[in-house]
């Protein structure tokens, strides 16, 4: 394939780029214009040299698929250039509101679109299991638990919000109301529907997702670590070869995980 990789300067994008190359696939980069890679006008990659554009503005770039890793507001502007040239896309950016996936669902009349939170296999098995959890115990007390390093910009991430997300639909419930992004003072009692959120910044941690379905008198938890980015790196790859096959539509990793 020929993939269009918008944020090849950070973190996933050099991992997605070094799978790629190695995969054997041409891979043009995309960056903000004044990082050092589109100033420099190109990187190396597995032995590879790749060029390196700046946005804005777009270039015009033929491609077979794109993959964008970047932030909510380059995602949303770079939107509507994928959809000109008729580039299906791989979404990976997270921080989105409703009123953007909606933008998202829009542009899928016109495109294929995969967007999802996270790629890897095991968190998208998480996500599975999680829903039958909350099934299976409707009277326990939710709390999510997720980890990152000290650069990630949004908390809590995409992942666990979709964790709360898949557990209130499961109930009935839409998250925005139920949510507990904090607690400090006197807070009162726990409320019997709410889904709480914690959060830790600092280090070199991947990602760690954990959810705890609390009853009195016992506890279940279930865990995702990630131990590199590799695993969301080759989910992204995987995405996009799935996606260059499809018509246009908005698309998620459980459709390509079609035992979940």
Known sequence: MRILLCGIGGRMGGRIASFAVEEGHEVIGVERGDHPLSIKGETEIGGKKIKVYGFPPFPEILADVAIEFTTRSASLALLPHFVERKIPLVVGTTGFSEEDMEVFRSASQKIPILLSPNMSRGVNTLFFLVEKIANLL???????FEAHHRYKKDAPSGTA??????IAKAR???LKDIAR?????ITGERKEDEIGFQVLRGGDIVG???VFFILDGERLEITHRA???DCFAKGAIEAA???VKRKRGFYSM???FSCL
């Open 161 to 166: 919000l979709k964790l709360g997300e898949i």
């Open 138 to 144: 409707p009277s326990a007390e939710v709390e999510i």
């Open 172 to 174: 009935g419930k839409n």
């Open 181 to 185: 992004f904090s607690r400090e003072g």
């Open 208 to 210: 760690e997702h954990t």
């Open 227 to 229: 131990l590199s980015r």
């Open 254 to 256: 459980r459709d390509i």
């Open 241 to 243: 070869k799935w996606i």
